[in-house]
């Protein structure tokens, strides 16, 4: 077997991490040292994610693939889910160091270690077999997140920290649990518990405790911004640095997505029962009550933070779909939902902070025709903002219009629901672009301007923000890129769930959705 | 050669895509570069398109750019007469614009994103027409939206620019909403989005599902600005006056049209039935409301409106042959029209307000002869290209016994005649109103020379050149209606025409000279005017926009912040602790380490008890 | 030895254990709170010698011995602490060191 592709694996993994040891340690390290370096750390992975990603052959018969030792026992690898979330972690974080490189901080070398270990955690948790390793990567990622959020964040960083620490500490520890005793019930050696083999445990199984599927939905859930659990999200990115945002937003996130997936969906039923009816319900708020609220902000990082966990709402119902009506296609949609949004996202966070650095503020009503100062900027922001509300062309579309399209045997009105977040996700994205960019001048910006005069955007945002929509569009163009190693994982889940689901729910009477 | 032709195809869809990318990256600051690019491109497309529409050759070619479970997302080209001859309509009155624009856009200091935008429009209308599968026209739909969104918001610092552009986007999702659910009944329905498939389902089905046809229709309803979706049209004038020419002329609204065509047959009766009513409705009132309006465009915005409900009936009645017709010919004539329009903005330093205007006809002869000639061609003249059309339908709706529909007709046929003849008097009859007016200069050739090539020729002959000269494969369908027509003057349409036009356009052209400087009918009836200015839709959506949504929005924020981050999770967060230490009689969180260690001790306990007693 | 059974020495080990925590629980001066941890740290060393005599591997003997290398550092490690500790706040008890409150 070929051990190249693995080592490219390890060395992804582990290079960010080493480089965020050294700046670390070095503290004091020379700056344009510490800045190649660091650039090091980011550059390794985004060239060796979208590198996997193409290597990947076809999967069908195995899995796993690029296995490798790790370390401590977590072996390195990659599944067909896996593979496209890697390589999209690869190039939001290669966009997320560019920024903090840009950026003048205090403690500069420490920012830029715990970024890089955030990176690295993130990648361990995309590129680990070990159902373990997966969630030790995470507290791997998040730790540093809280510090950084706590120590380099912006207004309101302090409770936008603690919210954020207690609520995805609380959702790890469910998680937690209901990781362990999947692992006790699906009777695999705990040295051996990866998601391929605990899910085929699991599936054989007599008997799994109960509650089992409600910890993983709901824990994983709240790290992914499932609605109600949900507080954290917008406060803590809106607090959060500009790389941390992208990284955690974009990238780490998807954790709870994709452990879902792989471990509820796979084996655990969730979508089943009255936890299926109210994961559902959940989801659908997700979609349709987040987006009012996104609606009503006016401050354009709390919009992006907002509507960030409302794009979690489609992803959740392809997820729902696949699992309650059999149909592979949604977790198809909702695996390249997955990425696309990343990418997009991290772009208007990025983009986002440029505009702030100009303008010095987020509030929308008193920003105003940027766009005449800074075309580029405000043509890579519309670009940004046209991907996220899921323009063709982009990778977020393939992702909406396939999940929505996955909903098809669904009731009518379910449908209408989830899809008018086409029309909700336009009216407040464009109101941002157009409060943002066109119209006349503020007065303050011409204040400001008069000022301190500023100029375009730099070429290294300008590299980091194509860098994604690149990406995004590349996708866009080349769907097969993500589905041809998503697809027959999806069609796996499905074989199984189906054999497990009872007949397809049909819409449970006008429950809640208002609350 | 089946392969030849499908690679002619590639060429006609991804060159302007190729100008829209190169100008967009490489040629920002070389205007003049991108201006030529763009309008080489558009007429070497024009020619590819009149190349295949000679050949008369159906094409279809599909490749799968990937799966979705079961769900296959494939990419390729259906091209049959009608896509055949849309093709041509399109690319040919596009290069010419494309061509006014150059002149038209000479002093513009963003051309470049100008002209980007027209290639990326010319991309995705062109792929709405080839387009094999719905999901492919759906994708090509929404590109549609992103490029007239792009170049209605030309002027950016403008806020009505800014405002009407974000309008026309949402106002168009919102009639995606209905498509997309469209779609995904008929993949539920018949397991498949391809055209060809389709047709074969529907001919198997004995009835077809109402839904699938109403939801369809939404898009259309979007996209052709159709009652209750057309709010958009009229703002989107804020665009430069070419946008205005190509969007509202000849091929964004067109789509809907053409779209609705080639799904004809998945619209059950009902759905036609409506489609013909509020089409006919909305062509009587927009023709009205056509007679309320000062600004040049904007009366023209609501001729289209017009226009494009006759053609919406049409699609009813049963007849998507004759609306195609009716699109190319209306997509000649109203281009001409806007071109006219923009010449005469052009000429008279960028005054829109047509009260203002007067006297153009000496000062701008070639201009005026072409507008003119053009709105004859609008009212239906005989013989000129909007006469075949247009009576056409009307001649369907009576033979079909659709007497509403037909008196609608016919109120919407004097409505034509009433607007066009206001504005000839206006603008290039009696005096100069205004000082720009007066200094009014003729236009530069590249501005003419398409007025003149679209007006003389298209809107004059274009209806002789349509039945005679293209394939017979392309219009065979209509022939009959056509022959009905032609042949015999007494035909109720006919007769309703040229009523029209004896009342209607000499009618106006007195009226309108009897007041000076201002509006006659407002002079006379007030009232009547403002009713007819239109402004009550618009209120509604703002009242739905400012007292409802918005209301919705910041109560469920309110109620997110009160409930799920107030009251539940600090109640869960801070309650539970503060009634474990009231139990306790004391508060767990003291700082007192023994208290901490005391609780580790209780907590063991408590986990050992809960492993060993399981 | 012949007549002792793994029950005494775990036995025994339990009441150190308990002895321990409760001294960690009710004392105040940190110092003895201290050896008292100790105490508990050596009560688990004993159950793991214990073991490891009646089980007839060394795997428990040879934890012990990591555990008296750790435990040797951190009592290095914890009694610099209450010294600086001291040095700073004057004082040990528990009960004045309530900082953590806030």
Same mark, same amino acid.
């Given at each position: 077997m070929d051990t190249f592709p693995a080592t490219l694996l390890a060395l992804a993994i582990t290079a960010p991490i080493l480089v965020g040891l050294i700046l670390l340690a070095g503290r004091d390290l020379p700056r344009s040292f510490a800045s190649g370096f660091a650039f090091g750390g980011f550059a390794i992975p985004a060239v060796l994610g979208p590198w996997l990603l193409i290597l990947w052959s076809n999967p069908s018969t195995a899995?796993?693939?690029?296995q490798s030792e790790g370390f401590w026992g977590f072996g390195f690898a990659l599944n067909g889910l896996s593979a496209p979330l890697l390589a999209m972690t690869s190039l939001v974080g290669l966009a997320a160091g560019i920024k903090a490189l840009t950026q003048e901080v205090e403690g500069r070398n420490t920012y830029l270690g715990l970024i890089l270990f955030m990176l690295g955690g993130t990648l361990g948790v995309f590129g680990t077999n070990h159902l373990v390793g997966v969630y030790f990567f995470h507290e791997f990622a998040l730790i540093p997140t809280f510090i950084l959020t706590l120590f380099?964040?912006?207004?309101?960083?302090r409770p936008a920290a603690m919210q954020m620490a207690i609520y995805l500490t609380a959702g790890a520890m469910v998680s937690l649990a209901g990781i362990l005793i999947a692992i006790y019930a699906s009777g695999v050696d705990y040295g051996a518990a990866t998601f391929e083999s605990v899910a085929h445990g699991l599936q054989n199984? +007599?008997?799994?405790?109960?509650?089992t599927g409600a910890l993983v939905l709901f824990g994983l859930g709240t790290l992914a911004s499932l609605f109600p659990f949900h507080s954290w999200a917008a406060p803590g990115y809106t607090a959060a640095p500009t790389p941390v945002s992208m990284l955690h937003a974009?990238?780490? +996130?998807k954790f709870g997505l994709y452990g879902i997936i792989l471990l509820g969906l796979s084996?655990?039923?969730?979508?089943?029962?009255s936890l299926g009816t109210w994961f559902l319900w959940f989801a659908v708020a997700n979609v349709v009550l987040v987006g009012l609220i996104c609606l009503a902000q006016r401050d354009l990082k709390q919009l992006l933070s907002w509507s960030s966990v409302a794009h979690m709402g489609p992803i959740f119902l392809g997820i729902w779909v696949c699992g309650a009506s059999g149909k592979a296609d949604g977790l198809d949609a909702a695996a390249f939902l997955m990425v696309a949004h990343g990418l997009s996202c991290a772009a208007l966070f990025l983009l986002a902070n440029a505009v702030r650095a100009r303008a010095?503020?987020?509030r929308l009503d008193e920003l105003g025709g940027l766009a005449t100062r800074t075309p580029i900027l405000a043509a890579l922001f519309i670009a940004a903002t046209m991907a996220s509300i899921g323009?063709?062309?982009?990778?977020n579309f393939w992702g909406e219009v396939g999940i929505f399209l996955a909903l098809r045997d669904q009731s009518l009105w379910l449908q209408a629901l989830v899809a008018s977040t086409v029309v909700i996700s336009a009216v407040y994205a464009l109101r941002a672009v157009a409060s943002t960019f066109f119209g006349p001048a503020s007065e303050a910006l011409e204040k400001r301007f008069a000022s301190a005069p500023f100029g375009d955007l730099g070429w290294a945002e300008r590299f980091a923000a194509c860098i994604l929509l690149g990406a995004s569009l590349t996708i866009g163009f080349v769907p097969s890129l993500i589905t041809k190693s998503v697809n027959p994982v999806a069609a796996g889940i499905t074989t199984f769930s189906q054999h497990n689901? +009872?007949?397809?729910?049909?819409a449970a009477p006008a429950q809640p959705a208002k609350r | 050669m089946p392969s030849d032709l499908s690679s002619l195809v590639h060429w006609i869809l991804f060159l302007p895509l190729g100008a829209a990318v190169l100008s967009a990256l490489f040629l920002r600051r070389a205007g003049g570069l991108a201006a030529w690019l763009s309008t080489g491109t558009a007429f070497v497309i024009a020619g590819l398109s009149l190349l295949l529409l000679g050949k008369g050759v159906d094409v279809s070619w599909h490749v799968e750019l990937a799966k979705f479970g079961d769900v296959s997302l494939g990419f390729g080209y259906l091209i049959d007469a009608n896509a055949r001859l849309m093709l041509f309509v399109v690319s040919f009155v596009a290069a010419w614009i494309h061509l006014f624009s150059v002149g038209y856009m000479?002093?513009?200091?963003?051309r470049g994103r100008f002209f980007a935008g027209l290639s990326i429009f010319m991309f995705s209308i062109l792929g709405i027409v080839v387009a094999d599968n719905l999901l492919m026209t759906f994708i090509y739909w929404e590109l549609v939206g992103f490029s007239s969104y792009m170049l209605i918001a030309h002027?950016?610092?403008k806020d009505y620019a800014a405002a009407a552009s974000k309008k026309a986007f949402i106002v168009n999702r919102v009639g995606d909403l209905g498509f997309i659910l469209g779609i995904a009944m008929c993949l539920s329905l018949y $397991?498949?989005?391809d055209f060809v498939a389709l047709k074969d389902h529907a001919a198997a089905a004995k009835t077809i599902p109402v839904a699938v046809g109403a939801l369809l229709m939404c898009g259309f309803l979007g996209k052709s600005a159709?009652?209750?979706?057309?709010?958009?049209l009229t703002d @989107?004038? @804020?665009?430069?006056t070419p946008v205005s020419a190509l969007?509202? @002329?000849?091929?964004m609204v067109a789509a809907g049209v053409y779209f609705m065509a080639r799904v004809s047959?998945?619209?059950?009766p009902d759905v036609l039935n409506l489609i013909a009513i509020s089409g006919a409705g909305m062509a009587a009132l927009a023709g009205l409301c056509?007679?309320?309006?000062?600004d040049i465009k904007k009366s023209l915005a609501y001729s289209t409106l017009a226009h494009l409900g006759i053609m919406g009936c049409a699609i009813g009645l049963g007849h998507p042959e004759l609306a195609l017709m009716h699109m190319a010919m209306h997509a000649f004539f109203k281009a001409t029209l806007f071109l006219g329009a923009g010449s005469v903005i052009h000429g008279c330093h960028h005054e829109q307000d047509m009260l203002k205007m007067g006297g153009l006809l000496k000062k701008m002869p070639l201009t005026a002869a072409t507008f003119i000639a053009a709105t004859l061609s609008n009212c239906a003249v005989?013989?000129?290209? $909007?006469w075949y059309s247009k009576d056409a339908i009307i001649e369907a709706a009576y033979h079909g016994h659709h007497f509403v529909i037909f008196a609608f007709l016919s109120l919407a046929a004097l409505a034509t005649c009433l607007y066009s003849g206001r504005m000839i008097r206006l603008v290039f009859?009696?005096? @100069?109103?205004s000082e720009e007016a007066s200094h009014a200069h003729e236009s530069p050739w590249t501005m003419t020379l398409p007025l003149v090539v679209l007006g003389l020729v298209y809107s004059v002959a274009g209806g002789f050149l349509a039945s005679t000269l293209m394939p017979a494969g392309s219009l065979q369908p209509i022939k009959p209606a056509l022959d009905a027509i032609v042949f015999h003057l007494t035909a109720p349409s006919t007769i309703v025409g040229l009523f029209s036009l004896v009342v209607g356009f000499f009618g106006a052209l007195k009226f309108y000279g009897?007041? #000076?400087?201002?509006d006659a009918l407002q002079v006379v009836s007030p009232r009547t005017y403002h009713l007819l200015e239109h402004r009550w839709m618009d209120g509604l959506y703002r009242w739905y926009v400012d007292a409802v949504q918005r209301r919705l929005a910041e109560f469920v924020a309110f109620l997110d912040l009160l409930?799920?981050?107030?009251?539940a999770v600090r109640w869960i967060g801070g309650g539970v602790p503060a009634v474990l230490g009231y139990l306790t009689g004391r508060?767990?969180? #003291?700082?007192q380490t023994r208290a901490y260690a005391l609780w580790i001790v209780v907590g063991t306990l408590f986990l050992a008890w809960f492993l060993i007693a399981r | 030895m012949e007549n002792t059974s793994l029950a005494h020495h775990l036995l025994l080990a339990g009441l150190l254990f308990v002895l321990g925590l409760t001294g960690v629980l009710i004392r105040r001066n940190l110092l003895v709170v201290y050896m008292c941890l100790e105490l508990m740290l050596a009560a688990a060393t004993l159950a793991l010698v214990a073991f490891s005599r009646f089980n007839r591997t060394m795997d428990g003997a040879v934890l012990v011995f990591f555990v008296i290398t750790v435990a040797a550092a951190e009592v290095a490690v914890g009694l610099a602490l209450i010294v600086a500790l001291f040095r700073k706040?004057?004082?040990?008890q528990s009960d004045a060191l309530t900082t953590l409150r806030d």
């Open positions: 899995p796993q693939q690029f380099w964040g912006g207004e309101g960083r199984a +007599k008997s799994i405790p109960a509650a974009g990238a780490l +996130k084996s655990l039923d969730i979508t089943g029962g010095g503020t987020y323009l063709p062309g982009f990778g689901a +009872k007949a397809p729910v049909q | 000479k002093e513009d200091s963003a002027y950016f610092d $397991g498949t989005l159709q009652f209750p979706l057309h709010v958009w @989107a004038m @804020a665009g430069p969007i509202h @002329a000849a091929t047959f998945l619209l059950a056509a007679l309320a309006q000062t005989p013989f000129l290209a $909007g009859l009696g005096e @100069a109103n009897t007041v #000076r400087g201002a409930i799920i981050n107030g009251v508060s767990f969180h #003291r700082g | 706040r004057g004082t040990v």
